[in-house]
Every structure is written in C-alpha cells, then in structure tokens.
C-alpha cells in the first residue's frame, strides 16, 4: 500500500485486515521486509515510538470521564481548548459522563477523537464505524480531519463497496491487497 490520505481496506472475516492493522502498529512482529510511513522504518520501532494510532469498538478508557479520555490523547501534544472543542463538535461528542456507561456509538467517537488529538502520522480504524449512527457524516469529518491535520488513515471494513469520502480503496483476500481505486 503506497497511497497516504484516507484509504479504505475491506475484505471478508479472516482475510488478514486487522492483523495488517496490527503489523503497521507494532503488535504484530513481521517476517521480513520493511513498514515505511512518510519514508521512515517503523517496523524497527516499538509502539510508542511509532506515532501510530489505533481505534477499534474497544479501544476506550471505560474508567475515564469523556474529558480526561480526551485530556490523555492530547498529553504530549497539548493542543488549546479550541481544537478540543473542535474535535469535539464535529464528531458530535455532545455528552459528558463516564466513559464506560456510554453506548458504543459514543465510546467509538471519543477513542477517535482521542486518537485524532494524540497528532498521529497514521490513524488506523479497524471495523468501527460501522457502530456509528451518522456513519457517512463522520467518516467525511474524518476525510476532514485528517487532511488538515496531514495525518493519513487507514480504515477498515467488510464493505468494499464503500466510497463516503474515500481516497483509495484496497480488497484484501487471502493475504493479498488489490488497489480498487
């Protein structure tokens, strides 16, 4: 995969999606060869090294209030109350509470705003937009989001028939990716 921006990677269960996710991420060790991002070897990193975020429908602090949720991702970048009210806004994040007692709808949108405010290089979604209510709305925010922060994304799911904002679309069967657009 050789594209940046917004890219949209489907394949049916069990065709590897998740496990290349965690491979860019550096859960998964590879066999060999290199993972560049903006020309650098990732793969020789670890995790926290990696500016590599990840979100999926469980990838939320259920402890946390929605705030210090949002606080953790920012704590090294320390982005003003304006960017966080921002992000905030345009994912519909209109609600306070703990984490933990939100619908998944709502978990998913703070760990993305969480990620969005951690200034990844790549932002990685694996199958979770397809728990969100206003799905087309939030992945073109995302489209948004991303170009203006210059991070890129990869998002995940079985539908490869998606196109909502979409830059380049990839299928992944059986081990191996073909470009769709």
């Not at 060869?33 to 990838?59: C, H, M, Q, W, Y």
């Not at 705030?67 to 960017?83: I, R, Y």
Request: charged residues 25%; proline residues 3%.
């Amino acid at each position: 995969m050789e594209d940046s921006g917004f890219i949209h990677l489907s394949g049916k269960n069990g065709a590897g999606k998740s496990t290349f996710l965690l491979c860019l991420l550096g859960m998964h060790s590879i066999d060999s060869g290199s993972i560049l991002v903006n020309g650098r070897d990732v793969a020789v990193l670890p995790v926290e090294k990696r500016r590599i975020a990840f979100v999926n429908a469980s990838t939320s602090f259920p402890h946390m209030d929605v705030v210090k949720h949002l606080s953790w991702g920012a704590k090294d970048v320390k982005p003003g109350k304006s960017v966080m009210d921002d992000i905030r806004s345009r994912l519909g994040i209109t609600f306070e509470g703990r984490v933990g007692r939100l619908s998944l709808g709502q978990r998913i949108r703070v760990s993305l705003a969480t990620a969005i405010l951690s200034n990844p290089e790549v932002l990685l979604i694996d199958e979770a937009m397809s728990n969100l209510s206003e799905k087309d709305r939030i992945i073109s925010e995302m489209v948004s989001i991303s170009k203006e922060s210059h991070f890129d994304t990869v998002y995940v799911s079985q539908d490869p028939s998606e196109k909502s904002g979409i830059e380049h679309n990839y299928l992944l069967e059986e081990g191996r990716m073909t470009k769709i657009f």
